[in-house]
């Protein structure tokens, strides 16, 4: 066996290629150095256009050597699905492009073996909501607020077309915001408007005038008005009215610029008379407004929408103990008021009890089968006293303690005594105690009860029968766990590992959680009793790693080995023209798999065609029938070995 550089003249060397040729010697030719190891270079090919902003399913090319092993990770949580996420070869590579929330451009990376490609995706579409396009302001000025909705990243701005609208807040904003601004004063007799101009979007300012100056009375005509100033609930109201008082000769008119304010009848008059106007609803702000009645000026004002009062009738309910199958109470409140009703006792049902305005709340007060007791329903914020008379009968139950193991099952029974005719019911005021018999009864009976299984501390629960409690004590589980296998070693391509099984008690639950990224739990996140764990490890692509996972509070290690490297030994040899055999050592990590395949038709693989971890390739090859070297190849590993054999 030779490992020098063997000389040969120029003519010798193209005749030797041409034979090789005519031979089909195989793709690869040894020069005067030697050829280079096969190196598993990874080329991607990815999208040329953004995927758009509603997300889609888009494809890598992958293209590398048949015998090469990849593995394909994301680094951006939006790109989910990679199928396959391993392979050897060239393939393609499939995968889920969520939706983009934002207004701004987003991209991440598909990494194959360290080379990278890059998704885009386009900017969610920026669109934008505002809380009003419409701001209607006193003559005395405020202050308002715009609320703006938006895609998160999109940018927006405001600005005001009026002096006298001045912006103090929200200008400029990026997704959800608002825009705040102060209205100065109105010094002019007539109403004005103005535009907010807020992401694209215009909203109109509208300001009332003040109010005018009456001009003097004249001297001979004295006009009063009754009353002198009024004003209203943000309910409004479709009628009210102005008492004129002027003598017979006097003139007079009516008028108003206030918009929520309208006369409904005359508005104009000789001597006494009568003004009527309405109020629409206030849906806003506390708001001021004015009629203007001959030389009389008359302030009007009107609550905001929140100034809702309430008032009940009657505001203590007294029920016999028999109960009541329908007890009403008035409400009295504005129109535009909206109101509720509820009670703090589980005795007391509600069958109608909402509204706008006034209305009637009904009561169901169920029958008392014991002492007096009180109640209380809330109406609008206003407190109704329910009073309830107590049952002419009596009741006793026995025991009132009891004791329940903690696996649960049939426990009591409770017996109760009471007088003929006389009806109980028995309820539990906790989940996990359930009454298997004896809900209801009359007279003297008995409440059969289950207790469900504890699966932890020591608990108590209670019963209420005939209006007495029974308590249950049930004692705590103490639930002991083993797992296996507690060691699981993976190879670097990752994939399922060995499902972790759970023992434990029936009832016992358990949880199973790791801190490692790398390791995904696929089921068994939580269970109870007897179960198991499955989880998936990502590929590799470092040095060996080790995590711990922690399932029913036992640690089970991980370890995963890193991603294979592969050598050969020799990696070239020369034999004489006679027939004979070779071997090539192989030398990579446990767990690593490679294959042997012959690229010339002379040189035959005996043994050693697959293998895992350290091992050896056996080949054999005939005599060299030809007057020239032949050279021919083996791919062992994905690495080359070339033989050459003399003439």
Known sequence: MHNGVIRKPLAYLVLSALACVIAACGSTVATETGP?????????????????????????????????????????????????????????????????????????????????????????????????????????????????????????????????VVLTGGTTGTGNGSVTFTIASNPGTTTRAASIAVAGQTVKVTQQAAAPIPPPAAADCGVAVTPKDVSFLAAGTSSSSITVTAASTCEWSASTE?????????????????????????????????????????????????????????????????????????VTTAAACAWSASTNASWISIASGSGNGNGTVTIVVAANNGAARSGTLTVGGQSVAVNQAAAACSYSVTPITLSAVAGGGATGPVTVTAGSGCAWTATSNVSWLSITAGA????????????????????????????????????????????????????????????????????????????????????????????????????????????????????????????????????????????????????????????????????????????????????????NPGDSNRTGTLTIAGRTFTLTQKH
């Open 36 to 164: 280079s190891p096969a190196k598993c270079g990874v080329s991607l090919a990815v999208p040329t256009s953004p995927v758009g902003s509603g997300g889609d399913a888009t494809t890598i090319g992958v293209t590398t050597q048949p015998e090469c092993a990849w593995s394909a990770s994301s680094d951006a949580a939006w790109i989910t699905g990679l199928t396959p996420s391993a392979g050897q070869g060239s393939a393609q590579l499939q995968m889920q492009v969520a939706a983009n929330p934002s207004g701004t451009a987003r991209q991440g990376d598909i990494i194959v073996n360290g080379e990278r490609g890059r998704i885009r995706q386009d900017a969610a579409p920026c669109t934008f909501e505002l809380s009003a396009t419409e701001q209607s302001v006193p003559a005395t000025g405020g202050t308002g607020r715009i609320t703006v909705t938006a895609v998160a990243g999109c940018p927006w701005s405001a600005q005001s077309d009026a002096a006298w």
């Open 258 to 330: 206030t918009p929520w304010l309208s006369l409904t009848g005359r508005t104009s008059g000789t001597g006494n008379g009568t003004v009527t106007f309405s109020v629409a609803v206030n849906t806003g702000a506390a708001r001021n407004g004015a009629l203007t009645i001959g030389n009389q000026t008359v302030p009007v004002s009107q609550a905001g929408s929140t100034s809702c009062t309430f008032s009940v009738s009657p505001s203590t309910l007294n029920i016999p103990a028999v109960g009541s199958t329908g007890t009403s109470v008035s």
């Open 440 to 623: 209801s009864g009359s007279g003297n009976g008995s409440v059969a009860i289950n207790a469900a299984v504890n699966t932890g501390a020591a608990r108590t629960g209670t019963l209420t029968v005939a209006n007495q409690t029974v308590t249950v004590n049930q004692a705590a589980t103490t639930c002991s766990s083993s797992v296996t296998p507690t060691t699981v070693s993976i190879g670097a391509s990752g994939g399922t590992g060995t499902a972790i099984s759970v023992s434990t008690g029936s009832g016992c639950t358990w949880t199973a959680t790791t801190s490692a990224g790398w390791i995904t739990i696929l089921t068994g996140a939580s269970g109870s009793g007897n179960g198991s764990v499955t989880y998936s490890v990502q590929a590799n692509t470092g040095s060996a790693r080790t995590a711990t996972l922690t399932v029913a509070g036992q640690n089970v290690t991980i370890s995963q080995s890193a991603p294979c490297t592969f050598g050969i030994s020799p990696t070239n040899d020369t034999v004489n023209k006679e027939a004979g055999t070779g071997s090539v050592s192989v030398t990579t990590q446990s767990g690593c798999s490679w294959t042997a395949v012959s690229n010339t038709s002379w040189i035959t693989i005996t043994s050693g065609s697959t293998g895992t971890g350290n091992g050896t390739v056996n080949f054999t090859f005939p005599r």
